[in-house]
């Protein structure tokens, strides 16, 4: 055992150790280094020499392929399941393990053993990210946190998420995504969250998982790494989460609701507030009034009292955690607010499922009707829905039409149904064009372009595989015609 944190979190680590912590075998190839090494990667484009290089197995592409190149750039450990066939002069020691993506997450388990930081884990359907960043915001009023960052929501991204943690960090805020069962589970089993967080049950991933009650089954998998007294925070207007006998069963559970009247933390007196949100919390018997979020939607208020909640569980002040909240900075692509010309996008082309693809058509209502203000939406595909996803989709055209939008553009085949959709259930079918083909940003761009004019505000919202955000970009090049 290293006699204190440093030498595994900011220093080197050797490949004995690695060996060790791993139940790996330590194989020398020319000798080896006999040295120590530090910062691990999974991905030969970043990696630097000297340092760790995980070879990953993935759907796609695996890792193995690239070790000798490593070796030759000067990686002195690697961790994989196999040694490759191929010469080499370069001296490196190998890790064989039997799985290297469970190698990397007993490695990254011990270093968040070592570094004693409290840890919160964060999943649900939809709004998780901006959770986790709302969460982020609070504690780090108070604590050195360290989070999730990007996409690295998964398996391997959870161990390199433990590996960025220092010695100072005092609170980790970790993200949990998934596509199918077991994947939540795996994650926090080597998290072991001492506070456990589900936004919501969605439909995203019906595909795989074919119902919401198997939705969120999957998402209780976080129960899995928690002690029976952590305490677990749910949607208490989530009937699929109060009524499911895993979370009766616990002692310390804290239903955060906007209109449960029974809930722990409830939101109430909601207002619009220049472009952000205005509201009162009931928060375990106290009243917090005039609570401020820079953001707008009831579903970002959602996850604001969650954050309010964890950050009144980790004993950080009102006064902080009010200024956590205040100074809140969304993530890219994620109902990102700018001016674009005279006209207003709101960005928020990250991914979709109906539910978030709601919650932003809610938001444009709100904007347009408090401004006086066209509501144009572009709206492409959502992907993973599985024998529901035509349905999913007529399901927002009606929506849609019903949220005042006047100009609606959608994007993909999928897409195509929220088309037909919005014609039926009222806007105007002059006012409804189609693209299916997401490979051509430019020309949705060109068509899209002499339709808008001034103080538009412009939703695009799709799934991350639309890559919906080209669009926009497309979209600059015509911004003489709206300014």
């Known amino acids: 055992m290293y006699e204190n944190i440093t030498e595994i979190l900011t220093g080197p680590i050797s490949a004995e150790k690695i060996?060790?912590?791993t139940d790996g075998e330590l194989v020398p190839v020319n000798g080896g280094h006999g040295s120590s090494e530090s910062?691990?990667?999974?991905?030969?484009?970043?990696?630097?020499?000297h340092g760790i290089f995980?070879?990953?197995?993935g759907e796609r592409n695996d890792g193995h392929k690239y070790i000798l190149n490593e070796i030759e750039r000067g990686v002195g450990i690697i961790i994989a399941e196999r040694i490759p066939d191929g010469e080499t002069d370069a001296p490196a020691d190998f890790v064989i393990v039997e799985n290297t993506t469970s190698a990397l997450l007993s490695l990254a388990r011990y270093c968040i053993d070592i570094s004693g930081c409290k840890r919160i884990a964060v999943t649900g359907s939809v709004g998780k990210t901006t959770t986790k960043e709302f969460i982020s915001s609070v504690l780090s009023q108070e604590y050195k946190t360290s989070k999730t960052e990007g996409n690295k929501n998964t398996a391997i991204g959870t161990a390199l998420t433990a590996f960025e943690i220092s010695w100072e960090t005092q609170c980790a805020v970790f993200e949990c995504g998934m596509s199918g069962r077991?994947?939540?589970s795996e994650m926090v089993k080597t998290i072991r969250p001492d506070i456990g967080v589900i936004t919501n049950i969605g439909t995203a991933h019906m595909e795989m998982l074919g119902s919401r009650e198997n939705i969120a089954s999957a998402k209780l998998e976080l129960l899995d790494g928690m002690d029976e007294d952590a305490p677990l925070l749910i949607n208490g207007d989530e009937p699929l989460l109060t009524g499911n006998e895993r979370v009766k069963a616990r002692k310390n559970v804290l239903t955060v609701a906007m209109y449960n009247r029974h809930a722990d933390v409830r939101a109430l007196n909601l207002r619009m507030l220049n472009g952000g949100m205005l509201f009162d919390i009931i928060c375990r018997g106290r009243v917090i009034t005039n609570v401020?979020?820079?953001?707008?939607?009831?579903?970002?208020?959602?996850?604001?009292?969650?954050?309010f909640t964890v950050g009144d569980l980790c004993d950080v002040s009102e006064e902080k955690i009010r200024a956590g909240l205040k100074n809140f900075i969304n993530v890219s692509m994620r109902q990102k607010i700018y001016r674009m010309g005279k006209i207003t996008i709101i960005d928020d082309a990250y991914n979709a499922s109906p539910e978030s693809m709601r919650?932003?058509?809610?938001?444009?209502?709100?904007?347009?009707?408090e401004r006086g203000a066209r509501a144009v939406a572009l709206l492409g595909d959502m992907k993973e829905l599985g024998d529901s996803s035509s349905l999913m989709h007529e399901k927002i055209g009606a929506y849609a039409a019903r949220s005042g939008v006047k100009l609606l553009f959608t994007y993909g085949v999928l897409a195509e149904n929220i088309a037909r959709s919005a014609i039926r259930n009222g806007i105007r079918a002059e006012n409804v064009h189609v693209n299916l083909d997401t490979g051509d940003a430019r020309t949705m761009a060109e068509m899209m372009a002499p339709l808008l004019r001034a103080d538009d505000v412009l939703l695009v919202k799709a799934s991350r595989s639309v890559h919906a955000e080209n669009v926009i970009e497309q979209l600059k090049k015509f911004q003489k015609r709206f300014s």
């Not at 995980?54 to 197995?57: D, E, L, Q, S």
């Not at 919650?359 to 009707?369: D, G």
């Open 19 to 21: 060996a060790q912590i």
């Open 54 to 57: 995980a070879a990953i197995t």
């Open 182 to 184: 077991g994947e939540i």
């Open 359 to 369: 919650a932003a058509l809610n938001v444009l209502s709100s904007m347009t009707k």
């Open 39 to 49: 910062v691990i990667s999974t991905d030969s484009r970043t990696q630097k020499p």
């Open 292 to 307: 401020e979020i820079p953001v707008p939607g009831m579903h970002n208020i959602y996850n604001a009292v969650i954050a």
